[in-house]
């Protein structure tokens, strides 16, 4: 295979993936692995990770490095300018020649997801985060830090404020809730107070896994339930409400996309969220994330190479959906 090509990386928490397309946004190689975020696997973890999803993708597309012309690299744990040389060492190990960017991995997912590459991206999945780039490429973002910052929206949080809200309601500071029964169910506590003692105790624990639970006790139409729902949208509306601030888009009409399976949850959340964000930004347009955020990375890689890329941009997320295993 001639001519050149672009190299996006997606790295994660949990899974991380590599996608190489031609110039003409044909994808024509892919590559996965595991975790890959240096705050779960340490920097060696992330060098090895970068290395084995990216000669995975180049024997996947049949080239070699020398004709990678642009990368992009977003890494989830890349949050913070101290974490800056961690990232760039990894990388700087690769045989790379071509011109690279390096961004959070929710900046990648609000390059795939939007017309021309910019806007806000807000994240809920596990956690939640929130970051946004205007046309010049100015960047706005929260801490993505969670609690101890004060942002929420996530899953770890739905659940948490589910516990809070089944405490609540037995020390009766709060409403009767059907998540009491639901969570008893989900790990087989033999009443209300075994449930509570269990939990403090540590025989019970729930993790973000158990979110789902809350929104099928909402569709069912437990009003507490609902009301967790409806604060999480208001909690991801406050973050994308500080990018916005920050990058002067309040009188813009801009994109927002909605990235993270929580969004898949129930459309109260992406509702609320956006009934909120329009309080202060009317033109804000939301948008759901529906290709692979490594996507993204390819776009960024060919930025780098000054390629006008929303020209090429369907092309690839159809090529991707073509080439990527079902």
């Given at each position: 295979m001639t001519g050149r090509y672009f190299l996006g990386v997606d790295i994660g928490a949990t899974k991380s993936h590599a996608l190489i397309a031609d110039e003409a946004g044909n994808a024509v190689g892919f590559g996965e692995y595991g975790s890959g975020s240096y705050e779960v696997v340490g920097p060696d973890g992330l060098q090895r990770a970068l290395q084995t999803i990216s000669e995975r993708a180049l024997t996947s597309?049949?080239?070699?490095?020398?004709?990678?012309?642009?990368?992009?690299?977003?890494?989830?744990?890349?949050?913070?300018?101290?974490?800056?040389?961690?990232?760039q060492r990894a990388i700087d190990a690769l045989p790379l020649s071509a011109p690279y960017g390096l961004v959070n991995d929710a900046m990648v997912g609000l390059i795939a997801g939007t017309s021309e590459g910019w806007g806000i991206g807000v994240v809920s999945g596990t956690g939640s985060n929130c970051w946004g780039r205007d046309r010049q490429g100015h960047e706005g973002r929260v801490t993505g830090c969670g609690a101890i910052f004060g942002e929420y929206g996530g899953a770890g949080d739905i659940v948490y404020r589910a516990v809070q809200s089944i405490g609540r309601a037995w020390t009766m500071r709060g409403p009767r809730t059907r998540l009491t029964e639901a969570f008893m169910a989900l790990v087989g506590a033999t009443s209300e107070l075994d449930l509570l003692e269990g939990l403090y105790l540590g025989r019970y624990t729930f993790s973000a896994k158990a979110a789902p639970?809350?929104?099928?006790?909402?569709?069912?139409?437990?009003?507490?339930?609902?009301?967790?729902?409806?604060?999480?949208?208001?909690?991801?509306?406050?973050?994308?409400?500080?990018?916005?601030?920050?990058?002067?888009?309040e009188a813009l009409d801009f994109e927002v996309v909605q990235i993270g399976s929580v969004f898949n949850?129930?459309?109260?959340?992406?509702?609320?969220?956006?009934?909120?964000?329009?309080?202060?930004?009317?033109?804000?347009?939301?948008?759901?994330l529906t290709v692979p955020p490594v996507v993204g990375g390819v776009l960024l890689g060919m930025e780098q190479a000054g390629i006008d890329y929303p020209t090429v941009r369907d092309t690839l997320i159809e090529s991707t959906a073509r080439l990527l295993p079902a």
């Open positions: 597309a049949g080239i070699t490095w020398e004709q990678i012309a642009g990368a992009g690299f977003g890494i989830a744990g890349y949050d913070w300018p101290a974490e800056l040389e961690v990232h639970v809350v929104f099928r006790v909402a569709a069912e139409g437990d009003a507490v339930a609902q009301g967790i729902i409806h604060w999480a949208g208001q909690e991801l509306a406050s973050l994308a409400a500080g990018v916005i601030r920050q990058l002067g888009f949850g129930s459309p109260v959340l992406g509702q609320t969220m956006m009934q909120k964000i329009h309080e202060i930004a009317p033109g804000a347009r939301a948008v759901r």
